[in-house]
């Protein structure tokens, strides 16, 4: 995998929810703070604001996108002033079965005011599994519509929505698929428009750089290689000492500490949704050794491969 599909496939957990919801004016919605989770909202026709304590309204046009990495409350609304009520989606329910996916289409009657129709949904993710990238995001980020920008993300929103609007034949396993195709789209989008922001460290800064790229998709291509300094210097197209600053710079870690820290990342999500024997997960993520493995495991997670699986 690369690593933004990696880093979505190791955080996410569960089902995502998502709603289409028909307004009328006058309408305000509340939606709660939820930790562990990732909220979106995608405003398909009319407009509206959004409001968060401490922070300036901002109006949101048709086409406009906004993703809350980390849950934030907020509030839609048709005006700043209007009365609020209560949430029409939120974040997945555990109770519901694991072959259902959970979507609805809602119509909220005001008085016949203007309407606005919001692609409302939410993402649950584990917080003892984030990924650095994720814990870097800002609390909201805005992608405002342009015709003739992100098109795959207008794509997916709109498939998404029709098949919200008009359910049909497949569509209970084509809307898990969607929503996880828009998470990565937004991402995709946020990050490939970092440089203009001026970002000189970090996430949206190394995804932005070429030799560190190549560093971190050969990483999570095959965690399992024998990688040294010198072999992902090599990958990146540097020399070792350059290569190092630069990527410890970036991500905040030496190369060999990153690899080390995927390496049980992965090895951790293979006790969970595996049976494979510890040697067999051990040399999955590099390690010929049981007992070299079993130790760098606890001193990342604080306990041994045989107890975590147990627990989780």
């Known amino acids: 995998m690369d690593v ?4 979505v496939a190791v955080t996410r957990t ?8 028909r307004w009328h004016a006058p309408w305000g919605q509340e939606f709660a703070s939820v930790p562990g989770s990732a909220g979106f909202q995608v405003i398909l026709q009319g407009s509206c604001w959004l409001l968060r304590a401490d922070a300036q309204p901002i109006q949101l046009d048709a086409g406009d996108v906004v993703f809350l990495p980390h849950g934030s409350g907020h509030t839609l609304a048709d005006s700043p002033g209007t009365a609020l009520t209560a949430p029409a989606c939120g974040p997945p329910d555990d109770h519901e079965p694991d072959n259902a996916y959970a979507s609805d289409s809602v119509d909220r009657s005001g008085e016949g005011g203007p309407v606005t129709v919001v692609l409302c949904g939410a993402y649950q993710l584990d917080p003892s599994r984030t990924h650095p990238l994720l814990l870097t995001l800002p609390d909201l980020i805005h992608l405002p519509a342009h015709e003739d920008r992100h098109p795959e993300l207008r794509s997916a929103v709109g498939l998404l929505a029709a098949e919200l609007e008009n359910p049909r034949l497949g569509t209970s396993a084509i809307v898990p698929a969607l929503l996880d195709t828009l998470l990565l789209y937004i991402l995709r989008v946020w990050f490939k428009e970092q440089p203009s922001r001026g970002d000189t460290t970090g996430w949206a800064a190394a995804l932005n750089d070429p030799p560190v ?10 965690p399992a290689a024998p990688w040294t300094v010198a072999t992902l210097a090599a990958e990146a197209g540097l020399s070792r000492a350059p290569f190092a600053r630069r990527f410890a710079m970036l991500i905040g870690r030496p190369p060999l500490g990153y690899l080390t820290w995927w390496r049980m990342t992965t090895a951790a999500r293979l006790l969970r949704t595996s049976d494979a024997p510890l040697r067999s997960v051990a040399t999955q993520v590099g390690y010929a050794s049981e007992f070299a493995f079993a130790n760098a495991f606890k001193r990342t997670h604080g306990t041994a491969p045989g107890a975590y699986r147990r627990k989780n």
Not at 14 to 21: D, E, I, L, M
């Open 4 to 7: 933004l599909s990696d880093v």
């Open 213 to 222: 790229t190549a560093a971190l998709h050969a990483i999570h291509r095959d």
């Open 14 to 21: 569960g089902r995502p929810r998502s709603a289409q919801v």
